[in-house]
Structure formats: structure tokens, C-alpha cells
């Protein structure tokens, strides 16, 4: 008689958890838009959700310490003119968020430290250059001020942000609709997936074709297409009979798939998120109530199902922390920040552990927020790696990377810095009014004094 022998892994374990009620986002009204985009961002100080909004887009940004209900009268981040369909956190400063929009343009927004006490309708730039709707973000891993955006226009651009100019256009590569568009490690390749069924690995700087794969998945719905750690791509799609699969390439050839799998026969596109330290991958699908996770490793049938975390409610959203804003000492792999109707709820996933002491095999070093190369450097062909930093003291919060504006190249920019300057203006004549006002307090106070002695 034949044992099934089961596989080893310190990831077999893995179980998420909801937080409690109290922890959570409550009375956020989540964006209705009917985009297969995350609708969330996090890092370690801000969560970021789209929200609906009438006569144009808004996003809400609030500090990951403010939970509980969120008051109606919460200020909003509003200065597109049509929906916004996506947003992302700069790796390298946990107080720029981009975001692109229905109204063609993609905005750079600067949130100052606690989070917005007024509405902020000015971005720090403003990038125009699709001539359709924006829906894919994403910032360059190891350079610094670099983003790609693509948009129904099926045009794939790459910004240098600091100068507010589009450096590189990949116009003529995608003939129809762009459904995901990723960096790997180091930021010296792109995986697009599209309407045409086609997988492409790209060179970013000169917009060529490296590889291409036709008919990754042979279903009409969306593929997304996402780097591993060490060059391959991990894929999610849709076969003929509309079963979700997933699949491993590998890019060097791409003729057959080093796995293929068939999960369910749900409809949601199934969004993935891939932890290089730990070679995780979660599958969150869009109207869900489930995220899915997989080991993937060099041994065939190289990637496998670890387990789900299930719940009640379905998701309109997902977000997902950065291993830095993560607890360690709780022995916490990962966190996602799911989005429902009106909440916005925190799950944790966490390796269940008996010693409270620092695990390095489940926290190697990890990538940090520090860039490697600057934008210009990185435009001209210098490639860096990913700088690492060790999570056993938990993660020092460092002076984050300064964003400058080239303001004589922007003129977008001179609104929100003249507002600024303002500022400074009143709040010096403020204090002004402030001290000669207790000077005549005093002055009034020793007449009325030498008065009373008369």
C-alpha cells in the first residue's frame, strides 16, 4: 500500500484572520466603478481607497492609525474630473501617491504627515500624455521618480516624475486593450498582458519586444501577468470554457507552460500578489469572498496550493502591505487590506510559530524603501538592484527619499507651490498679529494701573 507523502513547507500552516471590528475602516463609501484595478493602496503609514464621488474622482488617504468610523466629513484627495480608476504608493516615499483617472491624466499627490485636514485638490504634477482613460499604474522598483502608466489608448508610458515629461512611449507593441503591465526585480524588464491573448516580456527603454507568448490562456477574459523573483512570470486567465487557471512561463522559452492549472469556474479576474522573500503568491479575485495562496518553487509541478482563507462577504478591492509595515515579532507574512460596500477591513496572515523570537527564515532581508539609480541615470541604461534592509529590529523608519519638482519644467506644479508659499505668508503675519496683540494687552493693563493710583 503507497503513503501519499505530503510536501514539506514552513508555508503549509499559513491561516489569515480578519482583525477585530474596531480595527477596521467603517463608512467608506468604496468606488462603484466596474475597473479590474486593486482600488486600495498601503504602506506603512497610509491607506489609500478610491471612493465614490459626485462631479468627478476622489480617493480618501487616511493614517493606518485612524480606525473605527470614518466621519462623512472626511476630506478627500478630488482634483480629477472623472473617475478614478487607479492608485499606487511611491516605494521610495510613503507620502507620494500617483493616480490615474477617466480623465486621461495621471496625478502625483503629496500627503503630509497625519494625513489630510483639508480637501487637496492640487497635485504636485500633473501628467498628460494618453489621449484615453488610465487605469494601470506603477512605480519603478529600484529607481527613484520613475512610473509607468498605461491606458485604454493601449499606449504604455514611462515618466520621469520629477521633470513631469514622458520620457519613453510604447505605442506601437499592443494592438488592442492593455490588461496588466508589471516591473521585475530590478526594473530592467516589463510583462504586459492583453485583449489579444498575448504575453510580452519588454524592454522598457527602448520599447522593444524581448519575448511574446500568443494565446497564454485561451479564454476571452482578462489575463494578469506577474514577475517572479528569479525572472519567471506567474500568470492568472481564463481557459475556452471559462475555468480560472494559472500558469508559470518561463520567458527564456516560452513555448510551453512549466505548469498549468485549472481552479473554479467563477467569473471574478483573480488579481495576484507575489512575496519574493518568501515566494508566496495570493490570488484575490474581484467579487470573491476567498484569497487562494500558492507556493512557488524551482521543483515541479513548481507551483503549489498551500490554502484559502474564506469569509462571508465578497471583495470589491484589494490592498496589500509592504513586508517593512508588517509585524514581525507576531510572525505576520502578510497583510491585505479588503474592501467592501462601505469598509474597509484588515487580514492578516500569519505562520503559526511557538517562539516569540525573530523568525530569519520567514524574514530574510527584504527590499526597503532607499532607490538605487535616480531617473536620469536609469533613462540613460544604468540598471541597480533592489537595496535590502533587515526587519529583526522591526523596520527603523528613516529620513524618506526627498521628492523634488523641477519647477521650471512644470508649470502644474507652480499653483500647488505658490499655494504653499501662502501659506507660510499668513501664518507669519498671524503670529505678527498675535504678538502686538498681547503688547497692547499689556500696555492697556499698566494705563488703566497708573490711572487707579492717580
Given at each position: 500500500?503507497?503513503?501519499?507523502?505530503?510536501?514539506?513547507?514552513?508555508?503549509?500552516?499559513?491561516?489569515?484572520?480578519?482583525?477585530?471590528?474596531?480595527?477596521?475602516?467603517?463608512?467608506?463609501?468604496?468606488?462603484?466603478?466596474?475597473?479590474?484595478?486593486?482600488?486600495?493602496?498601503?504602506n506603512p503609514k497610509f491607506v489609500a481607497m478610491i471612493v465614490d464621488a459626485s462631479g468627478g474622482g476622489a480617493f480618501i488617504v487616511l493614517p493606518l492609525s485612524k480606525t473605527g468610523r470614518i466621519d462623512m466629513s472626511q476630506p478627500t484627495v478630488n482634483g480629477h474630473t472623472g473617475p478614478v480608476l487607479e492608485i499606487e504608493f511611491c516605494p521610495h516615499n510613503d507620502n507620494i501617491i500617483a493616480s490615474g483617472s477617466e480623465d486621461c491624466s495621471v496625478m502625483i499627490w503629496e500627503i503630509p504627515d497625519g494625513g489630510l485636514v483639508t480637501p487637496l485638490k492640487d497635485p504636485v504634477v500633473k501628467l498628460e500624455g494618453h489621449s484615453?482613460?488610465?487605469?494601470?499604474?506603477?512605480?519603478?522598483?529600484?529607481?527613484?521618480?520613475?512610473l509607468m502608466s498605461a491606458g485604454c489608448d493601449n499606449v504604455v508610458i514611462l515618466w520621469n516624475v520629477a521633470c513631469g515629461e514622458a520620457v519613453v512611449r510604447i505605442d506601437e507593441v499592443h494592438p488592442d486593450l492593455i490588461y496588466s503591465a508589471c516591473w521585475n526585480r530590478d526594473g530592467s524588464r516589463i510583462a504586459t498582458s492583453c485583449k489579444d491573448k498575448k504575453l510580452r516580456v519588454l524592454d522598457p527603454r527602448k520599447g522593444t519586444v524581448i519575448a511574446e507568448k500568443d494565446k497564454a490562456h485561451d479564454g476571452s477574459r482578462p489575463i494578469r501577468a506577474v514577475f517572479m523573483a528569479d525572472g519567471k512570470i506567474f500568470?492568472?486567465?481564463?481557459?475556452?470554457m471559462s475555468e480560472r487557471q494559472v500558469a508559470l512561463w518561463d520567458p527564456?522559452?516560452?513555448?510551453?507552460?512549466?505548469?498549468?492549472?485549472?481552479?473554479?469556474?467563477?467569473?471574478?479576474?483573480?488579481?495576484?500578489?507575489?512575496?519574493?522573500?518568501?515566494?508566496?503568491?495570493?490570488?484575490?479575485?474581484?467579487?470573491?469572498?476567498?484569497?487562494?495562496?500558492?507556493?512557488?518553487?524551482?521543483?515541479?509541478?513548481y507551483v503549489h496550493y498551500l490554502s484559502m482563507y474564506s469569509s462571508k462577504d465578497s471583495q470589491k478591492g484589494m490592498g496589500y502591505m509592504p513586508k517593512r509595515g508588517l509585524e514581525v515579532n507576531k510572525c505576520e507574512i502578510a497583510r491585505f487590506y479588503k474592501l467592501h460596500e462601505r469598509k474597509c477591513e484588515p487580514i492578516v496572515m500569519t505562520v503559526p510559530r511557538k517562539s516569540d523570537l525573530f523568525q530569519d527564515d520567514l524574514f530574510p532581508d527584504t527590499i526597503g524603501p532607499e532607490p538605487s539609480v535616480e531617473a536620469n541615470e536609469w533613462f540613460d541604461g544604468k540598471d541597480g538592484q533592489p537595496i535590502l534592509i533587515s526587519?529583526?529590529?522591526?523596520?527603523?523608519?528613516?529620513?524618506?527619499?526627498?521628492?523634488?519638482?523641477?519647477?521650471?519644467?512644470?508649470?502644474?506644479?507652480?499653483?500647488?507651490?505658490?499655494?504653499?508659499?501662502?501659506?507660510?505668508?499668513?501664518?507669519?503675519?498671524?503670529?505678527?498679529?498675535?504678538?502686538?496683540?498681547?503688547?497692547v494687552e499689556e500696555l492697556t493693563k499698566r494705563v488703566s494701573e497708573l490711572e487707579s493710583k492717580n
Open positions: 500500500m503507497s503513503r501519499k507523502v505530503v510536501r514539506a513547507s514552513k508555508f503549509r500552516h499559513v491561516f489569515g484572520q480578519a482583525v477585530k471590528t474596531d480595527q477596521c475602516y467603517d463608512d467608506i463609501r468604496i468606488s462603484q466603478m466596474t475597473w479590474d484595478s486593486n482600488f486600495c493602496s498601503v484615453k482613460r488610465v487605469g494601470i499604474l506603477s512605480w519603478h522598483p529600484t529607481a527613484h521618480n520613475v500568470s492568472t486567465g481564463f481557459s475556452r527564456t522559452s516560452f513555448g510551453e507552460p512549466l505548469t498549468l492549472q485549472e481552479l473554479d469556474t467563477s467569473s471574478g479576474v483573480l488579481l495576484p500578489f507575489y512575496d519574493p522573500d518568501t515566494g508566496v503568491v495570493y490570488l484575490c479575485g474581484k467579487g470573491d469572498s476567498s484569497i487562494r495562496y500558492f507556493e512557488v518553487t524551482d521543483e515541479a509541478p526587519l529583526k529590529d522591526g523596520f527603523v523608519v528613516t529620513k524618506p527619499k526627498e521628492f523634488k519638482v523641477n519647477k521650471s519644467l512644470l508649470k502644474t506644479t507652480s499653483s500647488s507651490v505658490g499655494y504653499q508659499q501662502n501659506n507660510n505668508e499668513v501664518q507669519a503675519l498671524q503670529e505678527e498679529v498675535k504678538t502686538l496683540k498681547e503688547a
